[in-house]
């Protein structure tokens, strides 16, 4: 889950730790729901060839610190962000309803490490 200030933003986000994993990403999903993301480490340009639906695009930092946000981000585009460590891929829309700023420091918590 990924929260920010203690507050859950996405509960179910899936990582993408391993070049495999990176490189499959969203691919063949046919979408997400708003609860649900992507979270890509050691990753800091991504791309949308081939996907079937928008996403909004969340550039971290190595301690998660917002870099860059881009919203609806639709097939066939390319997003890079210089100095991101990490990128979350939610459903289009969660960076507006979420309110997520650059400048915002957001925390992975894994299902065991709930409070």
């Known amino acids: 889950m990924i929260c920010c200030d ?3 933003l996405w509960s179910e986000v899936q990582m993408a730790a ?11 999903k ?11 480490t050691a990753c800091g340009s991504v791309h949308t060839v081939g996907m079937r639906f928008p996403i ?5 930092d ?3 610190k917002i870099l860059a946000c881009h919203p609806g981000v639709s097939a ?9 460590r990490t990128t979350l891929e939610v459903a289009a829309g969660g960076v507006e309803r979420h309110g997520v700023v650059p400048g915002q420091r957001l925390t992975w ?3 065991q490490s709930r409070p």
């Open 6 to 8: 203690g507050q859950m």
């Open 18 to 28: 391993s070049f495999l994993d990176r490189l499959q990403g969203l691919l063949g």
């Open 30 to 40: 046919a979408g997400l729901s708003d609860q649900q993301g992507l979270l890509l």
């Open 56 to 60: 909004d695009v969340i550039f971290l």
């Open 62 to 64: 190595a301690e998660l």
């Open 76 to 84: 066939w585009r390319m997003k890079s962000c210089r100095g991101a």
């Open 109 to 111: 918590r894994t299902a």
